[in-house]
């Protein structure tokens, strides 16, 4: 049965780097059927959009405009962070009804996997028609069954570059101690990604000191003993450290002390402040004192902040092409009858990267979370393995082609020197 | 008279994403003067290398590393961020006597300018043959005479990529406002660089939402009320506000709070910690409480943090010409005879860009902060002026190009929807 009418395209939860890559993906698609999707609009922020009555025509914008938008970061549309209430659905079929919304493309994570089943199941109990898509996204990389999430090559390119980039700064200094907070709620992929680093370096074989050093995951216990432990072996071995700590490992941590607000899924914010960064930080101080010829221990932490999703001019182009391919698929499979379902990413085996997309039932990705599986992690639970790298660096796209100095040091001619205190 | 022997490079002070390419640049420009320079050898960290008789011998290594190098962040050579004291002197002097260094290029800011002068002032009394020439170098582009730092465009590039995603990413929610602080120390070059982020739009003239919108500069007095009102301004007209603050205002603000340790020359560590922001964005949840139908007052501080000066693959290709420039003119100049000077860039008038170098006497240089002069400040005192982005756009060499969507909103039917509170 063909249905016709108009499409509604949702942005929720945190924006990506390429979010409107998918966005552009289903304006392209949509294009093939102009006998069935009469206009295509946009919820102005999410839900809030729907609730509101407050829609984008996105069908009278020029075409040209989409490749600008393509690359921007931030949600166009405007996002969300609500849930539907039961006492909101009346109003969101009132609404679909009168603007003749018949297909719905929901675009997020598992959050919004979780809202478009609500509104699907609410739909077969009135009997309206209406087909609905969940385009996967987001940077945390945390949905079932798809290969990946689009937003997260683009972040793993990002913070790999950071990483890369500080540990060469970090390296510049004695005794130095860098942590560096990343996001990924309770999922360790993001912080993983930063491993990349240490592909990019150039003449790697002879450099055993390229970090990041230490890496600790959401999925393995957080050990406070064991932090300092690594951190003490790691200054041993070179005295330095550039250590990535994943955000969600606050919530080990206990207590309110790293929490923030809390939205209506009941995410708390883990991130938004220096707080995890500090006390680790302070861990450090307070329990690894050096006071060498080189001064005292230099210890420094950041928390990496939205730059990681949000970063112009640093999108993955893999990413990029992988966002756009879900946005554009969404529109084929809906106009084939499709609904209920979450659009995944399929990776073909081989040498190259190759990525098709299939569909999953959205029970299967609703309030779930994927984790990384133990192969990908080290045995010594500080970082990954080459299952991990083969899975992320066709995703990232590239590594930071970067060079550390390992130059012969010129022969001594005098006796030590002992600095006097003044 | 022909001076013969070795050439030392320092490095010194915190790295910059091009302080290699200044590196690379003396490397290069050596090989033309094989008969006076004998070797080229790198303090290992800095004043320490010199202290404790640890060299790299740079001229041992094969010429194709430098390219490598060049485009890492990081001090290659290793940093420090010490000052020679007077009990120092005599070591200085016999290392430099047993290692026949002969020419030195020191690379840093304000610090390492006066270090030089110090060793120069020390030389002469010792009548130690020694030329000295220091080669500038700090992302805070606070050095006086010469026209901007090496390092400074890189770090502007940086900053406003970042700012332009994150002003995208905030708009894509309701009743957002989001602080940045960015580094800079006592001088706002890199805070005011945040604005290059709005020139990066495409069709920017229709689009009066573009942040940065408030901009606070250590070159103006930190008032908190004529902050809240700023916001609340900012707030009225667009519904959300984009801020970036330079750590400097920290100082401002008074007592210890927001200060970190401090090193040999006095400088306190200005936004080493999330406080600053943290402080910022607690002012505007107590005083500036919006509850609207869209949920209360979103307010996110990040502190941007070491990747400003390190981020891999980000650099300016200006600052990166301009900082191998001022490396490899350093070298010509000291052959010819030249001590006690401070290589300066000197923009050449017309349109396009143009730099030239020539030299300037330390004295001017050393214990010296060139802060923002009146005419880039905005008489609101809350950002910057044209004369500003004609100063910093080709430093910066390229903007974030981006787009927001700016669509027409679909005509509603129904009435206003009053969400029930559960």
Known sequence: MTLKGNALIIQSGGPTAVINQSLTGIMT?????????????????????????????????????WQNISVSPGAA????????????LDRIFEVFSAHDIKFVFYNGGNDSAEAAQLIREEANKRNYQVRILHIPKTIDNDLMVT??????????KVVSHIIAGD????????NSVKINVVMGRHAGWIAAATAIAKKGHIDIEDDDEV???LIYLPEVEFNEKKFLSDVQKTYNRIGRATIVVAEGIADQLGEERFAGEVDEFGNALLSSSGKLGDYLSNLIKKNLLYNTSFGKLRCRADT????????????????????????????????????????????????NYKCETSLCDLKLVAQKTKLMPKSMINSE????????????????GCVPELRALKATHVKKKLFDYVRPDK
Chains 1, 2 share one sequence.
């Open 167 to 174: 540990d060469l700064d970090n390296r510049s200094f004695f």
């Open 77 to 88: 549309l405007g996002s969300a962070r609500i849930k539907p209430r039961h006492s909101d």
């Open 147 to 156: 290969d990946h999430c689009p937003g997260y090559g683009s972040v793993a």
């Open 304 to 351: 990496l902040g939205y730059l990681q999703r949000s970063l112009a001019g640093m999108a993955s182009h893999t990413d990029q092409a992988d966002a756009f391919l879900v946005g554009s698929m969404a529109v084929h499979y809906i106009m084939k009858g499709e609904s209920d379902k979450m659009v995944t990413l399929v990776r073909a085996h081989g040498e």
């Open 381 to 396: 639970e500080n970082g990954v393995t080459e299952d991990f790298y083969q899975y992320v660096l066709p995703l990232a």
């Open 211 to 213: 970090g990041p050093h």
């Open 29 to 65: 698609a949509s294009r093939d059927y102009p006998e069935e999707i009469h206009r295509v609009y946009g919820a102005y922020h999410g839900l809030h959009g729907v609730l509101y009555e407050n829609f984008l025509d996105l069908s009278a914008e020029e075409n040209r405009i």
